[in-house]
């Protein structure tokens, strides 16, 4: 390490559509370390399931997030996310690292219907030790405008993105430091958003299958105004709340079956894909909307398997001041993405 040290910071920018998110890391003092959290809300329908309506609004809300929390540099780590990420375990003849890299377009047109020509792929060797003849690789395809779009809009504000990460890995890597345990059988993460929910089933802490709902605390939201006549106030207040309601728990109950039947799609899906049979042993929540009071009681029982808020600091190292004004009970449910992101070390 030079006198000064390198730089070893690394910022974990994730733009949702309800809050701007920010996690600062210092990775370099042997375990990570959470310098730096950041929030902002954005201005509604900015950005419209994912999709970015209006960079100019995103862009002056990432700035305002940065320097209200007098975040400075430039390693900034953002994701892709959403239907036009497709995640799949494929398998191809054992061949060396650099070798796969020059195949895996070709691999990846039988396997990812998108046009080859607009598409970003990464890929991870999954079983590099094996001998058998094939190996298993985690192919990633994200079409290339999603990207572009993301490395436009943090040109708009004024930050370098060094590295487009995907939601789903983010999520899994902030898991995997706070959950070592958990890295092994069929188990689900469930990121509840305000207009999205991601499901992630692991298998033996691989991140097999990723499948989105639109569904978020924006919808929650909408349902206590629509059929519980509550102002947009009032159902914010018990959405954010510590305390289950009458109200609440009328809107949990549609509401929670549709998020159960989605985690119960998915893994279902992924065990007759595997043919591996695993039933699945726990679910984790996450985001803004795990904290719906009652929410995750409703999870468990209708999958009839644990169902876990996660929390992504329960290992990690916190800097005393960290979270400046914000509670940190409250705040840090809706971590799991920054900080799978800031985890990452950026050269
Ligand atoms: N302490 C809090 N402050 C602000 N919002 C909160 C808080 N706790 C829960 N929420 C709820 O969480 C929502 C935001 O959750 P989250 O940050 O996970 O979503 P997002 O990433 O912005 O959305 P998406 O991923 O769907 O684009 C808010 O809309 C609000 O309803
Ligand atoms: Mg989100």
Redesign the pocket.
């Known amino acids: 390490m030079g006198l000064f040290g390198r730089r070893k910071t690394t910022i974990g920018l994730?733009i949702?559509?309800?809050?701007i998110?920010v996690a600062v890391i210092d990775h370099g003092k042997g375990e990570p370390e959470l310098t730096k959290v950041a929030?902002a809300?954005?201005l509604a329908d900015a950005?419209v399931e994912?999709e970015i309506m209006d960079p100019g609004i995103v862009a002056d809300a990432i700035r305002a997030a940065l320097s209200e929390a007098g975040i400075k540099g430039k390693n900034i780590v953002t994701a892709v996310g959403g239907r036009d990420v497709i995640i799949k375990k494929i398998q191809i003849d054992r061949m060396k690292e650099a070798q796969a890299r020059e195949v895996i377009r070709w691999e990846a047109e039988q396997h990812v219907p998108f046009d080859m020509e607009s598409v970003e792929l990464d890929f991870q060797i999954l079983d590099p030790d094996a001998d058998d003849l094939q190996m298993n690789v985690l192919l990633v395809a994200a079409k290339r405008d999603l990207v572009e779009n993301k490395i436009r809009l943090m040109h708009d504000a004024d930050l370098d993105a060094r590295v487009v990460d995907v939601d789903a890995f983010a999520l899994h890597n902030a898991f995997e430091v706070n959950y070592p345990d958990a890295m092994m059988g069929v188990v689900g993460l469930v990121?509840?958003?305000?207009?999205?929910t991601?499901i992630n089933i692991l298998d033996d802490g691989v991140p097999l299958l990723t499948r989105d709902i639109a569904l978020?605390?924006?919808r929650f939201?909408e349902d206590l105004q629509r059929e519980r006549g509550l102002s947009a106030e009032e159902a914010?207040e018990l959405?954010?709340g510590y305390d289950r309601s009458p109200h609440l728990d009328a809107v949990i109950e549609s509401r929670g079956e549709e998020i159960a039947v989605g985690v119960e799609r998915a893994a279902a899906f992924l065990a007759s894909s595997t043919r591996s049979g695993s039933t699945m042993k726990a679910v984790y929540t996450s985001?803004?909307?795990s904290?719906v009071p009652g929410l995750t009681e409703a999870l468990a029982n209708r999958l009839r398997v644990r169902v876990e808020q996660a929390n992504p600091l329960q290992r990690l190292n916190v800097r005393d001041g960290a979270f400046g004004s914000l509670?940190l009970d409250?705040?840090a449910?809706?971590l799991m993405?920054p900080i799978g992101l800031a985890l990452r070390q950026v050269a």
């Open positions: 994730d949702g559509s309800g809050l998110k929030i809300p954005l950005i994912g990121n509840i958003g305000h207009e999205v991601n978020g605390t924006r939201r914010d959405l954010q985001g803004g909307g904290r509670v409250d705040v449910p809706l993405l």
